[in-house]
């Protein structure tokens, strides 16, 4: 049926049972051509009949019936319910919900990671991996949407969500890429704070898997909650953590301004139990390429697979249909009683 429906310029129909009644009505048609003109009587003579005949082309008697039969196959078209932008989406069982937590304290502006020998800081590398695991979830590498929903919550001394939970990855990416280095009065590390806030988001999903990808590159310093209380709350509600600690396991200083500043180092201890607590894993990454590894394997172990059927995206567009062949059927009516009048 999608065929009929290219041939009317559209992607497909919501009930293409209706085409076929369309191609019922064409029998009707050639019949209405090959019968008797309206207003057709048959006599034994009638010079005035003869005349009236020969006032126009044999064809133009016969504009009722062509009309009629296109109002009614215009009809049928609109009872099909055209659809436009029509395009097949699966749906899936086993799907995941996944918030990504990232750090953006002022610790992350020290420029000690690589990329092709350029140096760059630690939150430009952060959303380069995050971009890339977002990417690797699409449907289709040109699609926009993605397999899953993904989520970005932000944190420095507090946490706030920068994009809820979405299958667009476009509206997502974008909001990866504005990701910034906390204003000064923010500073800090709210590791607890963050996951907790991500839990908040994800206690009520129905998803089958939830799990929350959360990078840092600090101790927690700030906030209301610590990380290991918030892990064992990720835990009740059977969210999965996934940590990163990025950058160094030493004392580092970053220079803020004129004034250089001493960052503390990852607390490796507190980011492994986080994940042992919920049933996730803890990722060591000092490099850009040992942090892109974190976010591929992340996106391995988190896979979604299980087709359970299709569903499908489309505007209807049934409006034109129905108002030109409302249009034919009354020019019908109009041209009949006007001009084509049955003679009694």
Known sequence: MNAIGNIVAFDGTAHPEFFWLALAVLPLLLLELAGRPPGAVTVSTGDTLSAIHKRGPDFARRIPALLRALGLILLLVALAGPLRGYHVRKDRAGVIDIMLCLDTSGSMQQPDFFIEGRQYDRLHVAREAARKFVNSRRETGESRYGLDRIGLLLFSGLAWTKCPLTLDYDVLEREIENASIAPKHKDGTAIGSALGLAVRRLNRSEAKSKVVVLLTDGVNNKGEIDPVTAARLAKEYGIRVYTIGAGSTEEVVVRNGFFPM???????????????????????????????NAYDEISALETTEIDVGDYYEANEEFMFFLSAGALALLASVFSRRLWFEIVP
């Not at 001493?262 to 990454?285: F, S």
């Open 262 to 292: 001493r960052t503390e180092a990852i607390d490796e201890q507190v980011l492994q139990q986080m994940a042992d607590i919920t049933g996730g894993k803890y990722y060591l990454a000092t490099d850009t390429e040992s942090l892109m």
